[in-house]
């Protein structure tokens, strides 16, 4: 069970900052209308509302490095829940912003997964 729920928050991590990098639009698909994003502090629920929040971000391109992947199995059947840290890199800026998210990622019965839970928080110091 570890192993498939390591497995599948790895490919869940490169999918997601993939997208978020290069098609940014595309992340809705991961979210439905029960997903809730805490975005620094600011909570937001329902894919609707979630993309619009990650469309209207204060910079048109960024890069992300991803330093660690935490997976864990959740009391949900076939949930995952996933710990990430790392920097982001904004086109123009001198210095990478740290940062850290974590994902609660729920099976669909298709086969897939959904976000119901992704909280962010950049780290400052």
Do not use: W
């Not at 029960?34 to 975005?39: E, K, N, P, V």
């Not at 076939?78 to 974590?102: A, T």
């Amino acid at each position: 069970m570890e192993e498939q729920a390591n497995a599948v928050g790895v490919a869940f991590v490169e999918h997601y900052y993939h997208l978020f990098d290069h098609d940014r639009a595309a992340l809705v698909s991961l979210y439905n209308p029960t997903s809730m994003l805490t975005f620094e502090g600011q909570r937001i629920q329902g894919y609707d509302h979630i993309s619009e929040k990650i469309n209207q971000l204060p910079f048109d391109q960024c890069r992300h490095a991803i330093s660690t992947v935490d997976v864990q199995p959740s009391a949900v059947a076939g949930g995952v829940v996933v710990f990430v840290s790392g920097s982001l890199q904004l086109q123009g800026e001198e210095y990478s912003l740290r940062f850290s998210q974590m994902f609660h990622l729920i099976p669909t019965g298709e086969g897939g997964y959904f976000v119901q839970n992704d909280m962010f928080r950049l780290n400052y110091g």
